[in-house]
């Protein structure tokens, strides 16, 4: 199972200070580390054959589910829900973990974070709720006999972890090279199915998808830099002002 959030195009994001948001008509794409997740899981399907992948995503995600489809993977779950849109991000873990628990699976993969919630916080809450051990930072993956050797990235080098799945694997960039859909992969992809999902086909009761954080509006702070203006100075005295200064400060 590969989970894969959409979110506004980094490079396109610009922000509206009358709306406190991002711009309405930002190009959405696919949040980077989960492309890496999503290609993790098509080399341990290329690798080990016998592999069925499923990519899920929560919100309006069908532009990046036909990228995951078109990459390779079998079929795609996308949880579509007025009542989830806006959901906080233990709303947004309980709704996956719903998918994840209907559907069974064996191994996880996760972005490390989203480029723009970027709480990273639905992976290990994914742990939680569906109680198996979630590896973070992961920039190395192999797989032999049934385990996994998984190094994730630590300050100033690396950590080798050997673990038996059903586990979470968050991805960071590191990890491998997404590829792009060939156009085998985009033609085959209109023939693989992507099944929608409500709250209540997940059985979801309301009290569950009541968010308990509420985000207010986004703003840029002001830019606060000091300083200094000569004023009524003749042009000698303000350049000797100015080598001063700056000499004060060792920038000559
Ligand atoms: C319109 C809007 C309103 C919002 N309002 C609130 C609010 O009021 N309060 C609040 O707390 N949050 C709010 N959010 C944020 C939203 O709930 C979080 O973005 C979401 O819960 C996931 O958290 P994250 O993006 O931090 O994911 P992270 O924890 O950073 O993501 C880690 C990984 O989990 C997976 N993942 C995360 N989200 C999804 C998803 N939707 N589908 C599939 N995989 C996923 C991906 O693999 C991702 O790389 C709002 C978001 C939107 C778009």
Redesign the pocket.
């Known amino acids: 199972m590969v ?3 959409q979110v506004p195009d980094p490079n396109a994001v610009r922000f509206d200070p009358r709306a406190g948001d991002i711009q309405s008509g930002t190009p959405q794409v696919a ?1 980077e ?2 492309l890496h ?1 999503m290609e993790a899981a098509i080399r341990i399907k290329e690798q080990q054959g016998d592999v069925e992948i499923v990519a ?4 309006q ?1 069908r532009e990046t589910l036909n990228r995951c489809l078109a990459m390779g993977a079998d079929r795609a779950i996308v949880v579509e829900d007025a009542a989830l ?5 233990a709303v ?1 873990a309980k709704a ?1 973990a719903a998918v994840l628990r209907a559907e069974g699976f064996d191994l996880i993969l ?5 480029s ?8 290990p809450a994914l742990a939680a709720l569906l109680d198996v051990p979630v590896v973070s930072n992961v920039v190395a993956l192999e797989q032999q006999d049934g385990r996994l050797t998984v190094q994730r990235e630590i300050e100033d080098g690396r950590q080798v972890i050997d673990l038996a799945p059903p586990a979470i694997l968050c991805a960071l960039s590191g990890l491998n090279e997404p590829r792009y859909p060939s156009l085998k992969g985009i033609m085959a992809a209109r023939r693989k199915p992507t099944e929608a999902k409500s709250a209540a086909d997940l059985g979801l009761e309301a009290d569950a998808v009541q ?1 308990r ?3 207010g509006a986004l703003f840029v702070e002001e830019e606060t830099a000091e300083g200094i203006i000569l004023k009524d100075v003749d042009a000698d005295s303000a350049v000797d002002q100015l080598v001063a200064f700056l000499q004060e400060r060792k920038l000559v």
């Open positions: 989970l894969v959030k949040n580390y989960d997740a899920v995503s929560l919100g995600a849109a806006s959901g906080d991000s947004t996956l996760v972005g490390q974070e989203t723009d919630g970027g709480t990273g916080s639905v992976g968010s954080v509420s985000w």
